[in-house]
Nanobody
């Protein structure tokens, strides 16, 4: 298994761009058979899959996601506030957060002026 660690700014202003990095240790991103995704949890709500990249190099992502390792979101809004997780599983990307068995600790992102 790999270990995942998210990092990035804890506070961003509305309309700014958010950039988060998921650092992977215990394996190579390019050689291991893992798929990576970004998943977030707004306050008081459930987990929400945002996008990911599969072990075969295919990408499944929302328009705002460049890669599963570096997440960039443009024009942040207050409703984007939440805890952002990097997660991994074997082989293919799935949109159900429960499918992932490797998780980072999460990083809090607050969108506020």
């Amino acid at each position: 298994q790999v270990q995942l660690q998210e990092s990035g700014p804890g506070l961003v202003k509305p309309s700014q761009t958010l950039s988060l990095t998921c650092t992977v240790s215990g394996g190579s991103i390019t050689t291991t058979s893992y798929a990576y995704s970004w998943i977030r949890q707004p306050p008081g709500k459930g987990l929400e899959w945002m996008g990911g990249i599969g072990s075969d190099g295919t990408t499944t992502h929302s328009p705002s996601l460049k890669s599963a390792i570096i997440l960039e979101m443009n024009t942040m809004r207050s409703e984007d506030t939440g805890v952002y997780y990097c997660a991994a599983k074997q082989w293919t990307v799935e949109t159900m957060p429960d499918a992932y068995n490797m998780w980072g600790q999460g990083t809090q992102v607050t969108v506020s002026s």
